[in-house]
């Protein structure tokens, strides 16, 4: 087999996150709107790669996608031997807008899956103006536990055999293995606990259904796509997040589950290449309606 | 194939799977798994299947147990399961299925027991070899 190289280009960014130095891996591809990529708990920007492989995609988007720190290639901070990883919502929209600023993002539409998913919510509450739009992709606007909270204080969350065995069920069953078990495999990879840290954000400071009627979909629009297989964020989840959000789209997904863009990405692209499709019309109107009276700079509002 | 015939042939089918025996080198356990009122008793030694005990069980050990109705396994059995009944989270989640007992072995050998589950599919969907 001849050798085949893929488009995507990474890179490391040193930046400062809530004040404290980080390096942070990123990845991109395509030119044009950005589309910025937010992985799921416990896992790592890699899930995005097909993506970021689509022409259909990359000739209108530019695709980035970072790796959290404590995930994938961005290492935690210096001092992570004493401390004990936690995600917090403020630190994790930190995250994102140290990225997004760094990069210098304008107006980017932020794509995230399953916790990535439900930050999209409160970054289009605290930032929408500033952004295209927002897909929540087996996303809530509030933590939805299937199991006890007991469990994350049992060793096995510090195994990542354990993390991809807790989530495997989530992949829909049509989905074909080579993809399946690429998507359980970064679970596999998973620095020990980090999944479990993840979980601090995902099932106790996501609480955001009393504030998301707030969003302003005519400034940002909300669309929440969501696998008919997953019950992490079940299908009626991600319906009943919409009707709190005026405005707001869901999709159910037929054959996917909790991680569409790796574990099915060919089936995804069907459901995800319209709504880009509408986001860049949309964008294009508006644009023509207001000549870049917000620009996209997080901070400023 | 009747759920008897499924167990039955469960030891052999999965102990001459190498990855899958791997998969559960650690496990020294029992479950019990109960299709409607049929219990079927499942004794694990380093990743092999012992012989499946059927019900009625009398003061037999075991430490956890997964409950649904025979609807419930066919349905997680066929080529390809409708939404909720495709894993036993799943099942369980939408309250198709019940994982009841000391969960603490189940977590530990999630993957083995996950993967046992999925080969009485296989089984139940090959009709028996």
Redesign the interface.
């Known amino acids: 087999m001849s050798a085949r190289f893929e488009p995507i280009r990474g890179g490391y960014v040193h930046l400062d996150i809530a004040g404290v130095a980080h390096r942070v891996y990123y990845e991109e591809a395509g030119a044009g709107i950005p589309l910025l990529c937010l992985h799921t708990a416990g896992a790592h920007s890699s899930q995005w790669r097909h993506l970021m492989c689509d022409p259909r995609v990359t000739d209108h988007f530019r695709v980035v996608a970072f790796d959290l720190p404590w995930h994938g290639k961005s290492a935690p901070p210096p001092g992570w031997q004493d401390q004990e990883y936690r995600l917090t919502g403020d630190g994790y929209v930190a995250a994102i807008v140290a990225v997004w600023n760094a990069l210098g993002l304008d107006r980017p539409v932020v794509i995230g899956c399953s916790m990535g998913g439900r930050v999209v919510v409160r970054l289009a509450l605290d930032h929408g103006p500033a952004l295209r739009g927002v897909i929540g992709l087996e996303g809530s606007d509030r933590p939805s536990p299937?199991?006890d909270g007991s469990?994350l204080d049992?060793p096995?969350f510090a195994r990542g055999?354990?993390c991809?065995?807790?989530v495997?069920?989530?992949v829909?069953?049509?989905s074909p293995d080579v993809h399946r078990w690429e998507t359980l495999w970064h679970y596999h990879q998973s620095g020990s606990d980090v999944f479990k840290g993840d979980m601090h954000f995902y099932r106790t400071d996501s609480e955001y259904s009393e504030r998301s009627h707030q969003i302003d979909t005519s400034r940002c629009p909300v669309v929440l796509m969501t696998g008919?297989?997953d019950?992490s964020c079940?299908?009626e989840d991600t319906r009943a997040t919409a009707a709190r959000i005026p405005g707001a789209e869901a999709i159910v997904m037929e054959g996917l589950g909790h991680f569409p863009m790796s574990e099915n990405p060919e089936r995804f692209a069907s459901y995800l290449l319209p709504v880009l499709e509408r986001l860049r019309a949309t964008d294009s109107r508006a644009s023509l309606r207001s000549t870049g009276a917000t620009r996209g700079r997080p901070d400023g509002g | 194939m009747e759920v008897e015939a499924i167990f039955a042939a469960l030891p052999a089918r999965a102990n001459e799977d190498p990855a899958l025996v791997r998969a559960g080198r650690h496990m020294h356990g029992e479950f019990l798994i109960e299709v409607g009122e049929r219990a079927f008793h499942l004794p694990v030694t380093a990743g092999r299947v012992g012989a499946v005990v059927t019900g009625p069980l009398r003061l037999r050990s075991w430490s956890f147990a997964i409950r649904g109705a025979e609807s419930v396994w066919r349905e997680f059995w066929s080529a390809?399961?409708a939404?909720?009944f495709?894993?036993?989270?799943?099942m369980?989640?939408?309250g198709h299925a019940r994982i009841e007992g000391d969960?603490?072995p189940l977590?530990?050998h999630?993957?083995y027991v996950?993967g046992l589950l999925a080969l009485t599919g296989r089984i139940a969907r090959e009709g028996g070899r």
Request: aromatic letters at 20%.
């Open positions: 299937w199991y469990w049992r096995e055999d354990f991809a065995a807790l495997s069920g989530l829909a069953p049509q008919e297989y019950y079940t299908p | 390809l399961p939404p909720g495709q894993d036993i989270f799943a369980s989640r939408y969960l603490g977590l530990t999630l993957r996950k």
